[in-house]
């Protein structure tokens, strides 16, 4: 009886078996399909003998695709031929769950484009018509739309009737050709319209389409190329991305309508029929561009006299199909990944040699080709197939005919090198040539992971990555880089953990072209290692073995040589772990005597020459090993005997493996010990020297506290010359930098500088006479001077030293006189021995006459004509290359400039000068109250000297102080300063003295001859302490220069006496010498000038011709030497101001 499990079995298998023969929709949706097959004529759909449709849902039925639950998901309906109007509404609801829908060869509601089914993402309506007046509203929200009407044709196409979700649109057609309008479309570019396919008679701007990857045109015969320009604004950013057109009804389509700088399109395709052109189009001059691939079908006039019309970049590939080249272009230069495409272009028969470079090229299609392929295209992959080619093709090709492997990494269409060059007559065109020519080097890239090759050789074929590293790791496509084409290649070995850095060897699988093994040194630079020789029973054959031989034979150049018998001329056998090699000719090696001493034999391999010690004996193999093998990874230090394994060292090195380095003297004279690591002595505490031969006695300090150097053979102190002495270089060479003297009745006197800690036997003398000490420390000394006068020197004597400073004067507290008794026109201040002048006069000794316009531009002291009775302005410069500054009136120029800074040492002799008249660089500031404009230079390392010069521009003056003296500088004058700081001495005794000079000239031969005089230089020089000036003065045509200079200096922020010579340069210049102290912070020196008039002046030369007047020099000059934070010194210029503008215009012009 059978079970009721075993019937619901059989049942089951019973509507499987039925549902095999015929699988339909389900019943609604079946039902449906049905009445749209008999209203509609579709094709492709079958009955059984029930008059039922069958065989609905299975893969026979390509219009049909269901779910597995048989619900319809994509439904074709493809009319045979019907009256019958095409309705949505007729079917809507019939299948719920359709994604596609085709319609082909229907007629159509008129709104039927427009209506959405409600689970579909794709529509492709074909030859459809019904479709009214255009596209006239927006589209369904469909992923996918294609469609094609001839209703449609010559109608405008608005993209903001498209969707934003539409990813593609395909209205590209023979039939129906579009004008496109992009008016209001996409202005947020939010629209992910990918692909876009649609033929054309007019273009639009496309710019607001961001996700465009794939673009295809087809241009109408009407086409509107007024609009072809929208081209460029056509942006396609994906990499990948390519442009389509086929412009094929233009004969006179131009390249540049299509190809253009700026573009933004990866990859384009154009045919067209180009007219002829007139020169060579040249992309290479494009600068801003995304083209990597340009593919042209031109027609057979796009040519230049029959050659290739494109200049190209290297890394852009073409393609050039279907043209017609009568000139071979055989002298292209591509990047090697470049593939360049010429199928059915060429119209050359001969097959020249390659004078370019590139990757690959495709020559196929022409059948015309004769002759040979020459070596020369070994740099690049080629096909030539359907040719008349003959004789041998190159090794570099014909090696790799064997290799049924696709290599795909070559973009030309026949990947097979065999099919390459089918169809030709060549007479090694078989798959069984033999390669004899394969010669690889690979190389191990040492970039600190060891994972990378580099592969050089010949005939080394077009795709490493078959190749084994270590016999399994095969190199990663990924990284494959072609260098050069069949000559170098750089890959990376597959695997993270595949890598040859602690190896050093290493075998490589060649599974083409020969599938051989042969092996290569991590590090070329080492070089071949014996470890054995056999001498062979013959006398003439010897064999080597080891490591980093030849590779293969033939691999290197490799030459074995013993030495007092001859070469192995011919070497018979090579590779990495050895050499086999024959004797010369007539060369027999003395295996039958017992007593020949060892032989040295000699290996070179390219630049190496590795030698070793063997016995000459038959079959007798020297083998032994050396300790550390002689040390050769380290140097040739000596050479292994092979027979013994002993090390027989060379000259210089010792040990049992020759690896220590002998010393000079081997018992470092008795004083120490050789370090054979180094070969160098190291010495007892009591020697040095390489060989420890000096006597070493260290001094205590060692370091003589800083202030000298040990002399280590004696164990003694060499002191900083005249800076430091005494057995430790602690007692130092004492020195002044300034003083404050008592009064001429004596007192107590004090004397700032450096005498250090040690007093010994410490007495100071002022004019020889003795000054009882008071008070002492590092940097004062105090001591109760004498009665005296004027200016006298003083000598410290401490610890055995003796310093002289000739600097010292009393103060005079007696009545000072005043030069020339102020002329009769001033009063004398007896106190510091300056004239007070009476109005209208001027000078150190009042016989000037002041000017109180100071030119003729309208200022505030100036007559009531307006200037300064009609006397001419005065000109005033600065050169901001010398540091110079003129003033300059009519025909005379004076000139005040430092010349010179000096250093000068104990004995009054010049150690150091240093010219300040060039070098200077320039900066101003401007500013309400002020102008100054500054120039420096820079002298030794580190000492900077700044010139400054200041206008005054408040009304009411400007008041100084130097030297506890206080004095004001009138509205309109000029400050000259000069600054040095951060000087460095020789030596601890030494000072400076800053040279300046003033000079007049005549620089031209105005009228003004009742005025002229030669140039007189006077000097007042108050050397014993009658008055606190010394003074200059030039005086020439009735024009005065006058100097004043203080006898007093500040030195490291205290007054102090300063000591001013003069000397006459020339007849018309003076050379005024300052001399400073060993100022160690800063020094101020404050000489003054005046221009004044001479009473003798004429305003009017009587005998002039025109009545001009004469003119004066309205100027004051007031200089000064102010030095900072080492050593400075400050100049003043001042200059009482004709006029506020012409100087300030002067100063403006300078800072420009």
């Known amino acids: 009886m059978i079970s009721l499990k075993f019937k619901l079995l059989l049942f089951l298998i019973f509507l499987n078996f039925i549902g095999c023969l015929s699988v339909n929709p389900i019943p609604s949706e079946y039902n449906c399909l049905s009445t749209l097959i008999q209203d509609y004529n579709l094709l492709k759909f079958t009955k059984d003998t029930n008059n039922q449709y069958v065989d609905i849902c299975t893969t026979a039925n390509t219009d049909i695709v269901c779910t597995t639950n048989l619900n319809i998901k994509t439904l074709a309906l493809n009319s045979g031929g019907t009256d019958n109007i095409l309705d949505p509404l007729n079917f809507v609801n019939c299948f719920p769950q359709m994604d596609e829908l085709i319609v082909k060869n229907l007629k159509v509601t008129p709104n039927f484009i427009y209506y959405k089914f409600p689970a579909a993402n794709t529509v492709r309506y074909s030859n459809i018509s019904g479709i009214l007046g255009g596209i006239t509203q927006p589209l369904p929200a469909y992923r996918l739309i294609e469609l094609f009407s001839d209703d449609l044709n010559n109608t405008i196409f608005r993209m903001q009737y498209l969707d934003k979700v539409t990813y593609s649109l395909n209205m590209f057609s023979s039939d129906s050709y579009y004008y496109l309008n992009t008016d209001g479309a996409n202005s947020d570019e939010s629209s992910i319209l990918t692909n876009f396919r649609i033929s054309l008679n007019s273009i639009s701007d496309l710019s607001s389409y961001k996700k465009l990857r794939g673009v295809t045109f087809k241009i109408s015969p009407r086409f509107d190329y ?76 796009f040519n230049i006299n029959g050659s290739f019309p494109l200049i190209v970049p290297k890394n852009i590939e073409i393609s050039f199909i279907g043209g017609y080249l009568t000139v071979f272009p055989n002298n292209l230069n591509f990047n090697p990944d470049i593939t360049t495409n010429f199928q059915n272009s060429i119209k050359s028969e001969q097959f020249p040699p390659f004078l370019g470079s590139g990757g690959s090229f495709d020559f196929t299609g022409t059948t015309k080709f004769t002759g040979t392929i020459d070596k020369s295209w070994c740099t690049t992959e080629i096909a030539v197939s359907l040719g008349n080619l003959t004789g041998l093709v190159p090794s570099c090709f014909a090696c790799y005919f064997n290799v049924t492997t696709v290599n795909s990494y070559s973009k030309l269409t026949q990947k097979s090198m065999f099919s390459r060059f089918a169809s030709n007559k060549f007479s090694n065109f078989n798959t069984n040539t033999p390669c004899t020519t394969f010669r690889p080097k690979v190389e191990l890239i040492n970039d600190g992971i060891f994972n990378k090759v580099m592969v050089t050789g010949n005939d080394i074929g077009f795709d490493v990555t078959l190749w084994k590293i270590n016999l399994t790791i095969s190199l990663d496509p990924t990284t494959y880089v072609i260098n050069q084409n069949g000559k170098n290649y750089t890959a990376t070995m597959v695997g993270a953990n595949n890598n040859l850095k602690n190896v050093e060897y290493f075998p490589v699988l060649f599974t083409t072209p020969n599938n051989v093994t042969y092996t ?10 014996i470890k054995s020789v056999l001498i062979k029973s013959t006398g003439n054959e010897i064999q080597v073995s080891g490591t980093h031989f030849s590779s293969y034979l033939g691999f290197t150049n490799q030459q074995v040589q013993i030495q007092n018998v001859g070469n192995c001329s011919t070497i018979t056998s090579s590779d990495f772990f050895g050499a086999q090699c024959t004797m010369e000719s007539g060369k027999q090696l003395p295996i039958s005597n017992s007593t020949i001493p060892l032989q040295i034999i000699s290996i070179e391999k390219d630049s190496f020459n590795v030698k070793a010690y063997i016995k000459i004996e038959s079959n007798f193999d020297n083998n032994q090993v050396c300790p550390n093998d002689c040390s050769t990874s380290v140097g040739v230090n000596s050479i292994c005997d092979l027979s013994s ?34 070969g160098e002595c190291i010495c007892d505490s009591s020697h040095r020297g390489s060989d420890c031969s000096i006597l070493f006695i260290e001094c205590d300090p060692l370091d003589c506290n800083s202030n000298g150097v040990c002399d280590t053979t004696k164990g003694e102190c060499n002191c900083k010359e005249n800076s430091w002495s005494g057995p430790t270089c602690l007692i130092p060479y004492h020195y002044i930098t300034s003083t404050i003297p008592s009064t001429t009745n004596g007192g107590v006197a004090s004397f700032i500088g450096f005498f250090g800690d040690t007093h010994n036997n410490l007495s100071i003398t002022i004019g020889n006479l003795p000054c009882p000490l008071l008070y002492n420390s590092t940097t004062v000394l105090n001591c109760t001077a004498p009665p005296g006068f004027g200016v006298k020197l003083v000598v410290v004597t401490q610890n055995n030293i003796t310093y002289s400073y000739d600097k010292y004067q009393y103060l005079n507290i007696n009545n000072q006189t005043c030069p020339n008794k102020c002329s009769n026109q001033g009063t004398c201040n007896t106190l510091n021995g300056q004239c007070k002048c009476n109005n209208g006069f001027n000078g150190a000794d009042c016989s000037g006459i002041i000017n109180p316009g100071g030119g003729n531009n309208g200022g505030s002291n100036s007559d009531s004509d307006g200037g300064n009775n009609g006397n001419p302005p005065t000109d005033t410069g600065v050169d901001p290359g010398t540091g110079n500054t003129t003033i300059s009136n009519q025909e005379v120029q004076f000139q005040i400039f430092f010349k010179s800074l000096y250093e000068i040492d104990f004995n009054g002799n010049i150690v150091a000068t240093y010219s300040l008249r060039n070098n200077w660089t320039t900066n101003s500031t401007n500013s309400k109250n002020e102008i100054i404009y500054t120039l420096s230079q820079t002298i030794q390392s580190n000492c900077s000297i700044i010139s400054k010069i200041e206008e005054i521009t408040n009304r009411n003056g400007k008041e100084y102080t130097f030297a506890d003296e206080t004095f004001n500088l009138q509205y309109g004058s000029i400050k000259f300063s000069i600054g040095i700081y951060n000087y460095s001495y020789k030596n601890n005794l030494n000072t400076l003295k800053l040279e300046l000079v003033s000079s007049v000239d005549q620089i031209n031969s105005d009228d003004n001859e009742c005025n002229e005089m030669d140039t007189s230089i006077n000097t007042i ?20 220069l006058e100097g004043r200079f203080i006898n007093k200096l500040v030195s490291d922020g205290r007054p102090t006496y300063l000591l001013t010579s003069m000397k006459n340069e020339s007849k018309d210049s003076i050379s005024i010498s300052l001399d400073l102290p060993h100022c160690i912070e800063s020094c101020i020196i404050d000489p003054d000038f005046s ?62």
């Open 226 to 301: 007024s609009t072809i320009s929208f081209l460029k604004k056509l942006q396609i950013t994906d990499q990948s991305g390519m442009l389509t057109i086929y412009d094929t009804f233009n004969q006179n389509a131009t390249l540049d309508q299509y190809i253009f700088d700026n573009s933004i399109i990866p990859y384009i395709y154009v045919s067209a029929i180009f007219k002829k052109p007139k020169e060579f189009f040249d992309i290479t001059l494009f600068k801003n561009h995304t083209y990597k691939s340009i593919t042209l079908v031109p027609g057979t006039s």
């Open 520 to 529: 290569f040194p991590t590090n070329y630079n080492i070089p071949p290692i």
């Open 1091 to 1152: 221009v004044l008039i001479s009473p003798e002046f004429k305003n009017e030369c009587g005998n002039s011709k025109d009545g001009r007047k004469s003119y004066v020099i309205p100027v004051a000059v007031v200089a000064s030497v102010v030095g900072v934070s080492a050593i400075g010194a400050i100049g003043f210029l001042i200059y009482r101001k004709k006029g506020e503008s012409v100087l300030l215009n002067k100063l403006k012009k300078i800072n420009k």
């Open 1021 to 1040: 020089n108050n050397k014993d302490g009658e008055s606190t000036f010394n003074y200059i003065k030039i005086s020439k045509n009735n024009k005065i």
């Open 645 to 678: 394994g002993t090390c027989k060292c060379l000259p210089g090195f010792i040990g049992s493996d020759c690896l220590g380095i002998e010393c000079s003297v081997p018992d470092c004279s008795g004083n120490g010990y050789c370090n054979t690591t180094i």
